[in-house]
């Protein structure tokens, strides 16, 4: 039997996030002889940060991009066909609302192409969460347009966590048409003693001093941060001792926005923002806390990378985090914007290494035993073969 033909699929900016982890790393480590994985990205012809193809090209991967130049890109859809009739896929797998798209568009011309989707994150957004009533209508619009195209997807459909899982069903699909594929991480890949706290030295911090930190673009809403800012202002007034650290980019004059943020709640001269960063080992080894302040998520790959390096975490409660984190075994939990428990729980971590050290361990055990990237490969590898059997049944 041939290895499977898909095409991994996806669109992004910049340098990606977690999603993007999760493809290239997959391509990397399937077993050639069942599967054959061309990734192909849509690609913005005005972001001139764009570097997957950098990511793709260090890693080994079989990649290509094409030209996405507006809302419906006829030219990108064509381009993307010739991609499929040249690699003779079977199996196109989506990530995001526009391959979701797209993907249905080239199935109509294809009919013979397999189709499965992957949902990353279905956040249970409402009015408040949008600063207006057309970004609110704009959101359902889309998310109306995005069950629509499920619907009429091949089954099952996969999300990262059960929470993900729940949160479509109430927005009309089937549970029995759903099927969850918890994320993963290379645990080889993914240990302390393969780090160097080098963000530390670069930024001064003492050998008495704290460093609490998180991984996330400034511009994602769902992030949160200006609950990492209040935290950081909290605990400062009696730890000035404890400094904090976070590491992504952001669109546009977000970075500057949050500058000015952090400086009016007083606390930038303990407070750091590195932007873009690719030396993730180094930057999780060099934390003593990882603070992760989140309205919503699927199931996020920083805390898995934490959680795998042995970095103690404290998280809101949301989504899939508490599929991952065992309050009061593994990190602590608390709920959304709680400013106080989010803070007490910090500082409760940092005044006792003893509770890191049991947190770090007991985490890495965690991931070891139920979030293998290697076992996550294995059981997608299965998904492709009974998706691209699905014609014979």
């Known amino acids: 039997m041939h290895p499977v033909r898909v095409l991994d699929f996806r669109g992004t900016y910049k340098g990606g996030g977690g999603p993007d982890k999760t493809i290239l790393n997959s391509a990397v480590q399937h077993d050639r002889s069942r599967v054959y994985v061309q990734v192909l990205y849509l690609r913005n012809p005005a972001d001139t ?112 966590s059960h929470h993900t899982k729940q949160c479509m069903v ?52 769902h992030k949160d941060l200006p609950t990492f800012y209040r935290v950081a202002a909290e605990i400062s007034r009696t730890m000035p001792k404890v400094k904090f650290v976070i590491v992504g980019d952001g669109h546009g004059d977000e970075m500057a926005k949050a500058k000015r943020r952090v400086a009016e709640l007083g606390v930038e001269h303990s407070f750091f923002f590195t932007g873009h960063r690719t030396d993730l080992l180094d930057i999780y080894t060099s934390f003593d806390v990882f603070l992760m302040t989140s309205l919503t998520e699927g199931l996020p790959n920083t805390v898995l990378e934490a959680m795998a390096l042995r970095v103690p975490v404290v998280s809101t409660a949301v989504a899939g985090v508490p599929e991952l984190v065992d309050h009061g075994e593994t990190g602590f939990l608390s709920p959304i914007r709680d400013v106080k428990s989010l803070s007490g729980q910090v500082v409760r971590l940092l005044e006792n290494p003893a509770l890191r050290e049991e947190f770090g361990q007991k985490a890495r055990k965690r991931i070891e035993k139920d979030f293998s990237f290697a076992n996550r490969v294995r059981r997608m590898e299965d998904y492709y073969e009974y998706f691209a059997n699905y014609r014979s049944r």
């Open 49 to 160: 940060e764009y570097s997957i193809d950098k990511w793709a090209a260090d890693l080994g991967v079989n990649y290509c991009d094409v030209m996405d130049r507006k809302l419906i890109d006829r030219q990108c859809v064509r381009d993307i066909k010739k991609v499929i009739q040249e690699q003779e896929i079977e199996v196109i797998h989506s990530h995001d609302e526009k391959t979701l798209l797209y993907g249905w568009m080239i199935r109509r011309a294809m009919p013979y192409i397999r189709i499965m989707y992957t949902c990353h994150l279905h956040s249970p957004y409402v009015r408040k969460d949008f600063e207006s009533l057309t970004a609110f209508l704009n959101f359902k619009l889309r998310r109306k347009v995005n069950i629509l195209l499920m619907k009429r997807y091949h089954k099952p459909l996969l999300a990262v």
């Open 170 to 221: 109430a927005d009309g699909l089937r549970e029995e048409d759903i099927k969850v594929l918890h994320n993963g991480i290379d645990i080889d890949a993914w240990r302390a003693e393969l780090g160097r706290a080098v963000l530390r030295n670069e930024l001064g911090i003492k050998p008495d001093e704290f460093l609490v930190g998180t991984v996330a673009r400034i511009a994602q809403q």
